[in-house]
């Protein structure tokens, strides 16, 4: 029985410097693991700013695409009116020249009034 005692004592101090160990180790990995998530939120924190910036270029670009459309489609309309009036009422020239002259008056004022719109929406913001 003393055998077994003395086995047991041994067991138990040997089990004290394991969990040391163990306890030691976790440590580590666990500032080790704070290290790698602090690097991991400044690389995400970059790519934030860079979907940021690739997000308002693209904005940027929707809105010249759509100004660009409304002054096209102001006069493209003003044409085809044009062109149909002077076809209806056999005024060969003159139609046409009126109303693309109106199409692209209307399309100019729908350009402007779409950025002025624009403008106010990006001062609330």
Do not use: C, Y
Request: proline letters at 1%; zero cysteines; a neutral charge.
């Amino acid at each position: 029985m003393a055998e077994g005692t003395n086995g047991e004592g041994k067991g138990s101090r040997g089990q004290s410097s394991d969990e040391a160990a163990l306890s030691a180790r976790l440590g580590s990995l666990d500032h080790r693991l704070s290290e790698i998530r602090d690097s991991r939120k400044i690389g995400t924190d970059s790519s934030g700013n860079e979907q940021d910036k690739a997000q308002a270029k693209a904005s940027a670009m929707a809105t010249g695409l759509r100004l660009s459309s409304e002054l096209v489609a102001g006069v493209l309309v003003g044409a085809a009116l044009g062109w149909g009036f002077d076809r209806l009422l056999s005024t060969s020239p003159w139609g046409l020249i009126v109303f693309l002259l109106l199409g692209f008056t209307a399309g100019v004022m729908n350009v402007m009034r779409t950025a002025g719109v624009m403008a106010k929406q990006s001062e609330r913001l």
